[in-house]
């Protein structure tokens, strides 16, 4: 409980925790999903407040981009000239009027308090005009109206609050499949609250022994997915304290599954996580290695990061290495029989569980991660040896971070083939007919997990 007797107070706790929350974002640059759990915790708010304080600093933040078009056009003065905790304050207030059932005037009310209590109390007059005029229309009206004249790529951009590049890098990605009327439902997807997945590892605990334990549910394509059915903290579960189990979308585990059975001609003895941090594909990797009697070397440039793959491996005889993967060591070269590469890449495959994410990154972070992407693979080929493969895997769906790549690359090596991935995801049905695979949020529940088979040539 949080100690406050009346209602009202309580909730005000939990705006005032969501502000610090947007605060946060807004001035550090900080995430969400880590500020947001350590203020609740501080705070010892009940369920419920802690429900609200997440669905109103989540919410805010994911639609952020839309209720500023809102504040702009109901208040005289440009956003630039608002400061931060102003805006933070009026953005929740704007997310409450449009985006909740709460009650227009204490949607107003509650924001004008929160002003005052987080210092700007010489602007709660504003805050109040600026509300009123917000409350004047509902979501759908302010939409079209902010949108007026816009294309029909720029209506959805505004009603789902997305970037105009996102949404145009999803259409596509989705017109590559042929099935860009799902370009609203993947969109609307980025919304939902996203369900944990726990992956439980092999010869540590069963898929059942997992379920039964967490009160979770299989997942449909994984044979060591459980997929959360109710809230609640994964680390208190027995099975994650004694590293059983983690925290792993299911999407993630099946490009790791994917790559260790890939069919590949010679020995399957020496497999590498070429950018392995913060570690979680190694850790599942390192179990099927141990299967198959292989050897798994886990790549990492950051030395703190590397920290978090050695212990995501504990008990694995994983082999941690720190530096540029585009660096190996000449005796390196050629000698690997499985590589996976999940290569850095912009993370639109996982905006559902980042709120902040859509408006952190611009198509000018995609131009320097493309470049990084296609180094990586060439490093990959260089590693592999004859006969070996390679899965290229990113967490986005945008073409220039997947197909484009492949495509590109097949042109710089003449001595690579790409192989039908379709094949490794046996489990996941509907695959379009193409020979690399696209999961996505809407279709299948999992982050939208780009991955691509390649062989070395003999």
Not at 238 to 249: C, H, M, T
Request: hydrophobic share 45%; with cysteine.
């Amino acid at each position: 409980m949080s100690g406050l007797a009346d209602p009202a107070q309580r909730a005000d706790s939990a705006r005032l925790i969501a502000h610090r929350t947007l605060q946060a974002v807004s001035e550090d640059e900080a995430y969400a999903n880590l500020v947001l759990p350590r203020l609740l915790n501080e705070a010892r708010l009940s369920p419920r407040d802690a429900a609200l304080a997440t669905e109103l600093a989540y919410g805010t933040l994911r639609a952020s981009g839309t209720l500023d078009e809102v504040i702009r056009a109901c208040s005289s003065r440009e956003l630039s000239d608002i400061e931060t905790g102003v805006l933070n304050a009026l953005r929740l207030g704007a997310y409450q009027l449009l985006k909740t059932r709460i009650p227009a005037h204490a949607a107003v009310a509650t924001t004008v308090d929160l002003l005052r209590a987080t210092g700007n109390a010489r602007a709660a007059g504003f805050g109040n005009a600026i509300l009123r005029k917000v409350s004047q229309h509902d979501y759908d009206e302010w939409c079209a109206r902010i949108s007026a004249g816009a294309s029909e790529l720029g209506e959805l951009a505004v009603r789902h609050a997305h970037p105009g590049w996102i949404v145009g890098a999803f259409a596509d990605a989705l017109a590559a499949e042929g099935r860009v009327d799902e370009l609203a439902d993947a969109l609307a997807a980025d919304d939902e609250r996203p369900v944990t997945h726990l992956v439980g590892w092999p010869d540590r605990i069963t898929q059942s022994e997992l379920i039964e334990q967490s009160g979770g549910a299989a997942g449909p394509y994984s044979p060591y997915a459980v997929r959360l059915t109710e809230g609640g903290e994964p680390g208190g579960f027995p099975a994650v304290a004694e590293r059983q189990a983690g925290v792993q979308d299911e999407g993630s585990q099946l490009c790791a599954i994917a790559l260790a059975s890939l069919p590949l001609i010679g020995a399957d003895e020496r497999w590498l996580d070429l950018c392995a941090g913060p570690g979680g594909k190694a850790a599942l990797l390192a179990a099927l290695a141990r299967q198959r009697g292989a050897a798994l070397t886990a790549n990492e440039l950051h030395p703190h990061r590397a920290e978090l793959i050695a212990r995501a491996t504990e008990g694995w005889d994983v082999a941690v290495k720190v530096g540029d993967a585009r660096r190996y060591q000449v005796e390196e070269l050629g000698q690997f029989d499985r590589i996976l590469l999940d290569a850095p890449c912009t993370g639109l495959g996982a905006l559902r569980r980042r709120p902040e994410a859509r408006w952190r990154k611009g198509p000018d972070d995609l131009a320097e991660l493309s470049r990084l992407q296609a180094e990586l693979i060439d490093a990959a080929v260089r590693l592999v040896r004859p006969g070996g493969v390679i899965g290229y895997v990113t967490c986005s769906p945008h073409p220039a971070e997947t197909l484009d790549q492949i495509r590109d690359a097949l042109k710089r090596h003449p001595d690579v083939a790409a192989l039908d991935a379709r094949t490794a995801f046996a489990t996941v049905p509907e695959l379009v007919d193409a020979p690399t695979v696209q999961l996505w949020p809407h279709r299948n529940g999992t982050d939208a997990m780009f991955f691509a088979a390649l062989r070395k040539l003999a």
